[in-house]
């Protein structure tokens, strides 16, 4: 009974990323209805900047958060305008292959830059040690113990649920609280209508890169802060999974992803738990072919009606 | 018109486009709302719209109409820059208007509503109005992020101005409804409101009594009277119902393969034989709705 806790605590935070990750690749699609594949590999740029500011600037992580985000922003508005602006009449299919090079562009140039060894990703936040509850919960060695020491759960995971609700609830009142938010939703019903509306499409799209690829650096640094191995293709394999955890709850839905990102973090631990740890990526994929079949329009999409 | 001479119109397919414009009275000694020069679009060749010259008034309702296919739609979209023109210029307030994006043409004056309803369906009512008003109270992002007071005051004065532009069709009691459940004719109504939030100078009315029945097309006349006075701002729109054209438009424009056949006053109109031969058929027909 612990270990299933435990177990889905750390699914919980895992299903944290990726549903921060998610939620970048379904604004976008709901947007600039394009899937940018090259969403992952922002991730993996957001933790090389944050681990550069950190290791050779030597400056606080808060700062190095700050830092990394900025230019993820950056990289992001950068990439649409280069990459994906000019072809945004051309066919979904042009999209998606310049969305793969992009991909392997960032991957290549890390390598390039920062080199293809192993980084280890220095410890960023730490939990200070303190005893709350009347003592029944202790916090040392960044590690929460609870129920006499039966239940451990590491810092890192409860920062990466506690940062996950507060962007959730961040980018919910953003979406439906403010004119740029109502522009967004506005822009991804109708282009054509917004447009006629006064509403600065391309602007809207540049934010909403921006948005998506700050949200990248943070989820970068959080999943470097749990497994802390930085390589060039770091964010790839974390990058797909976000994207299975769009499509699974309804791609273009924010609380879809939000649903999608956590049900799949928990699953995948759930499984390397009690099923087998080799195939916990396999059973990822297959809650995605098994969605796909029955629900094609993910958990929380809309099914779309085409005018005849 | 003697049956001699509308045939000889007939036979020379003369085109008496009149050199006076049909700018009312009241409009003439002040600047245009709408100018446009040898406005024209080719698609692939296909002249879809040719040398389309017309002056709107700053108070005027005009009318474009002319058969299915005509070019009246393509107009608006030359217009409202959705279509960058192949020739010609579009001068709204006096000022040229090319190599604009429909959004900057937007925020020049200019705004519409669509002949299929085209509403950010699963929004509310408000929040369509709000999108509207996009450019007409702005805050900066960061205070909106921030909450600083000026994006509270911003957002209390969108909430009151989209209440109180809802009201001028009496929907201000259906604000928090999702605009896509509304019955056909509040939509139709709910477009009109979204497009006067943007503030414009001149609106763009895409047959906006499409679908709807006598009364409710009485009503809109009534209401399109109410908004040109209470605004003060000038109105074209493509229509097919004659009522309504024939009723309110003081100015009309017919248009046929992308051409302008005729303008003149809705008496001068009716009584054109090029329009009665193109647009009307022969007088024991109904036409084309």
Known sequence: ?308 | MSQNMKKRLLDTKMVPVPSISIVPERDVNKRPVLETRHLGIEFGGLKAVEDFNITVGPTEICGLIGPNGAGKTTVFNLLTKVYQPTTGTVLINGKDTSGMTTEQANRMGIARTFQNIRLFSNMSVEDNVRIGLHNQIPYSMLSGILRLPSYWKAEKKQHEKALELLSIFGMQDMADVKAGSLPYGAQRRLEIVRALATNPSLLLLDEPAAGMNPHETEELMRNIIKIRDDFQIAVMLIEHDMNLVMGICEGICVLNYGRIIAKGTPEEIQQNPVVIEAYLGSQNKEGDK
Not at chain 1, 260 to 283: M, P, R
Request: aromatic share 8%.
């Open chain 1, 1 to 308: 009974m612990i270990s299933l806790l435990s177990h889905l605590l750390n699914g919980l935070s895992l299903g944290s990323v990726y549903a921060i990750i998610a939620l970048g690749y379904t604004m976008v699609y709901g947007i600039a209805k394009m899937l940018n594949f090259a969403h992952g590999d922002v991730i993996m740029i957001g933790a090389y900047i944050s681990f550069c500011v950190v290791f050779y600037l030597e400056l606080p992580p808060v700062l190095a958060l700050i830092i990394a985000m900025a230019v993820c922003m950056v990289l992001g508005i950068v990439i649409e305008r280069l990459a994906y602006k000019p072809l945004r009449q051309a066919p979904s299919l042009s999209v998606l292959i310049t969305a793969i090079g992009v991909s392997y562009l960032l991957q290549n140039s890390a390598q390039l830059i920062w080199g293809a060894n192993t980084k280890a990703f220095p410890k960023m936040f730490t939990l200070p040690d303190a005893n709350l509850f009347g003592g029944n919960v202790h916090i040392a060695n960044n590690t929460i113990s609870m129920l006499d020491g039966r239940l451990n759960v590491s810092g890192n995971t409860v920062l990466t649920i506690i940062t996950c609700v507060v962007i959730m609830v961040a980018l919910t009142l953003f979406i439906n609280k403010t004119k740029m938010g109502k522009a967004m939703r506005g822009v991804s019903e109708d282009k054509g209508a917004a447009e006629l509306m006064g509403i600065n499409v391309n602007l809207t799209i540049s934010v909403t890169f921006a948005i998506g690829s700050a949200l990248a650096a943070v989820a970068g640094i959080l999943l470097c802060s749990t497994y802390p191995t930085l390589l060039p293709t770091t964010g790839a394999m974390p990058g797909i999974k976000a994207f299975t955890a769009a499509v699974f709850g309804g791609i273009g839905s924010i609380p879809g992803a939000m649903v999608g990102g956590i049900l799949l973090g928990i699953i995948e631990t759930l499984g390397k738990a009690y099923v087998s740890a080799e195939l916990g990526d396999a059973f990822v994929f297959a809650v995605l072919i098994i969605v796909l079949l029955f629900k094609p329009t993910g958990l929380l999409g809309k099914k779309i009606h085409e005018k005849v």
